[in-house]
């Protein structure tokens, strides 16, 4: 997306009025319709340019050393990052990226690993005895203007629904419980549930007095989005998350649409799962 003076100013503007990144990035799209990350306009407030590759084309050398830090950073051709220092740090640490790229001076919110590499060594210290040492070395590149967030799925998730009023067609004196257990949302798939949905929405349009759902746990495969593993931590086959979550919505969208067309009260229960307990709230 091309900056336009107005997009500047306005930025500026907001950002005097100690408005956040990301509200200023949604002011602008309620305004001018244009799309910008939070970490864009965090960039254009700090740096006054918008351009992710600026910190670099600003530099005429491309290998600069961070005496205080200890640190070689080089400039790549391929506009990637190499940084080397040696420092403190567990095991557990070496394995974190995000500990990695902070200590290396890197913002997890702007850069992402390429390759790591740490080789670890002990040395005697007077004041601590033995303690580990590591050479790290890694080679980091910008995170992409258009690559969410947490922040920015955070705002996206914080904007408010547009109330729909489902007009009813059908209701009676009886109850009805419709219990949805272990659906395992990624290793299940729409197609895996379509015949059973269509023999519970045969059940549901006789009309009811009060209809309850009953998400009874493990609707999501995994307890995260990027890997795939139960809330413990034990890893699982690799699934599609992102396919899993939509999955769900149309389920819930379908269901939560023809009872509330079809009795005169509709309640969702939900009991949380060892495998995605964490998210089955949403």
Do not use: C
């Not at 040696?86 to 001076?105: I, N």
């Not at 895996?192 to 009309?207: A, C, E, S, T, W």
């Amino acid at each position: 997306m091309k900056w336009t003076d107005e997009h500047k100013s306005r930025v500026t503007e907001l950002g005097k009025q100690g408005l956040s990144s990301s509200k200023i990035a949604q002011k602008l799209f309620d305004e001018f319709g244009v799309n910008l990350s939070r970490r864009t306009v965090s960039r254009y407030l700090s740096t006054g340019h918008t351009s992710s590759r600026y910190d670099k084309l600003k530099k005429n050398t491309s290998k600069i050393k961070d005496v205080k830090r200890g640190t070689e950073i080089v400039i790549n051709k391929d506009g990637s990052t190499t940084s080397s220092t040696t420092m403190q740090m567990t095991e557990e640490q070496a394995k974190d990226p995000e500990f990695v790229l902070r200590a290396h001076g890197f913002n997890p919110d702007d850069w992402d690993i390429v390759s790591a590499r740490n080789n670890f060594w002990q040395q005697n210290s007077v004041e601590n005895g033995l303690i580990d040492l590591y050479q790290s070395k890694i080679t980091v590149k910008p995170k992409s203007d258009d690559e969410l967030t947490f922040e920015d799925i955070t705002e996206i998730l914080k904007q408010e629904i547009e109330p729909y009023t489902v007009k009813q067609v059908a209701h009676s004196a009886h109850n009805l419980v419709i219990p949805l257990p272990d659906l395992h949302f990624g290793v299940t798939k729409k197609q895996d549930v379509q015949n059973h949905l269509d023999r519970m929405l045969d059940v549901i349009n006789k009309g009811y007095k009060t209809i309850v759902i009953e998400q009874l746990g493990d609707l999501f495969h995994s307890s995260q989005m990027w890997s795939s593993q139960t809330l413990k931590g034990t890893l699982l086959d690799e699934v599609n998350m992102v396919a899993a979550w939509n999955d769900a919505k149309w389920l819930f969208d379908v269901l939560v649409t023809a009872t509330l067309k079809n009795s005169t009260k509709v309640y969702v229960k939900q009991m949380a799962g060892n495998h995605s307990g964490n998210m089955e709230f949403a």
